[in-house]
């Protein structure tokens, strides 16, 4: 059906619908003229826009090597165009989000066989000192100044050289250990390279975990928490769910709760495994190591077992273990299998 019958055909249904259907089909008609078909319109635009640029030469500039290290260290290597044997001499690294451009300086240098490459390391994030982008998805391109003053905009594509990371026992996109905030690069249908960046969620991050004769405490941070004004720690028995309540106390950003020992110590059974929350004015956060690039937490760390003493001179065995999905978890059992602690 041809667009000329379409719009014969509504006419038709619009006069033999009642008068309040009628008029909402006139209304959803209006909208479709006036918003839905332009917005259609440009998104084609701009999507032939991008073909365009992303297929004339000179335009783009394929990269070797883009990723983001460490959850904020983005690092990037591109093979820079041919200008026409005029030599680049400067360039910068462009951000594009909706109408807001950040732009970083990177290097360039020649290689033995004459090919021009851009090269640049940025630190991400907003503490002072490092790069700060907000939230969505950014389009990454080069700005390339030549020698003869005159400058070139590339698009950054993923080049069929481009070497993705190999699988090993760090994650491939892990998050920011200070923010929580996640960079992730990836490729468009076109190869073109954007960075999206999102939030990460509230946590309760363990800094270490101090166990011996003298003190027993966990050590933290939170992340993501405006204020930790007001908050508690709860013990929570993996058995039957029991709780002890704990005090939590802040001290130069820092916060630590201490290990009830008489609370946590086997009693009925030989063996008892104990998960830690902090409540925060009604909201729950599991006291874990979420903030890390390990593939295998559970694997990897593995704090030593410790023997704790308790009043009269018994004693019981306390491991602290974290689970796969970063959960720090305590493992206490009775120092000699069914002798109660």
């Known amino acids: 059906m041809n667009s000329k019958a379409a719009k014969s055909l509504l006419a038709r249904l619009g006069r033999s619908l009642p008068a309040g259907s009628a008029q909402r089909l006139r209304r959803a008609r209006h909208q479709y003229r006036t918003e839905v078909k332009p917005k259609a319109r440009q998104a084609w635009v701009g999507l032939a826009g991008r073909m365009v640029r992303v297929t004339a030469a000179g335009t783009t500039a394929g990269t070797t090597y883009l990723g983001v290290a460490d959850g904020h260290t983005l690092n990037l290597q591109a093979e820079l165009p041919d200008f026409d044997g005029v030599p680049p001499t400067a360039a910068d690294l462009i951000f594009s989000r909706d109408r807001v451009t950040r732009r970083t300086p990177v290097t360039v240098r020649v290689t033995e066989d004459g090919q021009w490459l851009a090269e640049g390391t940025v630190l991400l994030g907003d503490s002072p000192g490092r790069f700060a982008l907000g939230h969505g998805d950014w389009q990454l391109g080069l700005a390339v100044t030549l020698a003869s003053g005159e400058t070139r905009q590339l698009t950054l594509r993923r080049s069929v050289t481009h070497t993705p990371r190999a699988a090993g026992p760090t994650a491939l996109v892990p998050p920011c250990p200070d923010s929580g905030t996640l960079y992730r690069p990836s490729a468009s249908l076109f190869g073109t390279w954007q960075l999206t960046v999102r939030a990460g969620q509230p946590c309760a991050e363990v800094v ?96 030593v077992e410790q023997r704790m003493p308790l009043p009269g001179g018994a004693t019981f065995r306390l491991s602290p273990f974290y689970t796969p999905a970063g959960s720090l978890a305590l493992a206490c059992a009775t120092a000699t299998p069914g002798v109660r602690a």
């Open 208 to 303: 270490r975990v101090v166990l011996d004769l003298g003190r027993a405490e966990v050590v933290g941070r939170f992340v993501g928490v405006a204020d930790p004004t007001g908050a508690t720690a709860q013990f929570v028995r993996r058995e039957d769910n029991a709780t002890h309540d704990a005090a939590v106390s802040m001290a130069n950003g820092l916060f630590s709760v201490a290990l009830p020992l008489a609370a946590l110590a086997p009693t009925e059974r030989d063996n008892d495994v104990w998960d830690l929350d902090v409540v925060l004015r009604g909201r729950r956060l599991r006291v874990g190591r979420y903030l890390h690039d390990l593939e295998n937490l559970d694997a990897v760390l593995r704090p």
